[in-house]
């Protein structure tokens, strides 16, 4: 498995974690070494703080394996699994901040991707955009 490899589609016990979030490996291999040269791989624990709500957003934030949560006022309120992204669009604005505090639920593996290389990546490969914008719309029609 690549290190952008992030297997099946896990279930937690007790409820179903189908994020609707398609694998890093679905990309290219051309577009999925750009995205490892452009990122850099963070290995989070349990409980560690990301981003905390209000911050500006400087990365987007491609999750491996494992969860991130975003968290508000100590609620849970929407969960992110492999393949599942933070900050697609807040990256992209000009001053787009967090809405909630993001939040490593279990031992997480994320790729980093500061905005610069992220908005190059957008621009210069169409099948990382379109992965972006089907990821987007999963997450969007998943907490509708």
């Known amino acids: 498995m ?8 896990a279930r937690r016990s007790g ?8 694998s890093l490996d679905v990309l290219p291999r051309h577009t999925r070494r750009a995205l490892q040269l452009a990122a850099d791989e963070v290995a989070l624990w349990p409980g560690q703080v990301v981003l905390a709500e209000g911050a500006p957003v400087r990365w987007l ?5 494992g ?3 975003l968290r508000r006022a100590g609620r849970d309120v929407r969960v992110l699994g492999p393949g599942c ?8 604005a000009a001053q787009g901040h967090a809405d909630a505090d993001l939040v490593a639920r279990d031992v997480t593996r ?6 610069r290389a992220y908005s190059a ?16 719309a999963a997450q969007e029609a998943r907490h509708r």
């Open 2 to 9: 690549s290190i952008l490899g992030n297997a099946a589609r």
């Open 15 to 22: 409820a179903t974690a189908q994020w609707g979030c398609d």
């Open 61 to 65: 934030f491609a999750v491996v394996s």
């Open 67 to 69: 969860e991130l949560v």
């Open 85 to 92: 992204t933070y900050g697609a669009l807040e990256a992209l």
């Open 110 to 115: 994320v790729l980093t991707v500061p905005k």
């Open 121 to 136: 990546l957008v621009a210069t490969d169409p099948a990382f955009g379109e992965w972006v914008m089907r990821t987007l």
